[in-house]
């Protein structure tokens, strides 16, 4: 497993920006890396989930068109970009990384971080 490690959050107001980073600690990234967020009295949901490569990237419904997911394997960072910030994305936002699968699917991962909170007040 990878130890990861997101930093990033905070509290901003609707309209606000942030860019959450994830950082993996003795271990590379495994092929995919995807955001989660689980806001309180809900369950986790994927946000956004990237390719080894970059090159495919999938983002949930609602945050499509927002939000930007990318990764720097040389510096073993994953990023998730998020623009336009409203109330509803309040949520702990939890990086992981797993070795293929579909990445919406967060039994794909088998490394996750501790969390960021984000807060975005109206």
């Known amino acids: 497993q990878v130890h990861l490690v997101e930093s990033g959050g905070g509290l901003v107001e609707a309209g606000a920006s942030l860019r959450l980073s994830c950082k993996g600690v003795?271990?590379?990234?495994?092929?995919?890396v995807g955001w989660f967020r689980q806001a309180p009295g809900k369950e986790r949901e994927f946000v956004a989930g990237?390719?080894?490569?970059?090159?495919?990237?999938f983002y949930a419904d609602v945050v499509k068109g927002r939000f930007t997911i990318s990764r720097d394997n040389s510096q073993n960072t994953a990023f998730l970009g998020m623009n336009a910030l409203s109330p509803e994305d309040t949520a702990v936002y939890y990086c992981a990384t797993g070795q293929g699968g579909d990445m919406r699917d967060s039994r794909t991962y088998d490394s996750w971080g501790q969390g960021t909170q984000v807060t975005v007040s109206s």
């Open positions: 003795a271990r590379t990234f495994g092929t995919s």
């Open positions: 990237v390719s080894w490569n970059g090159y495919y990237t």
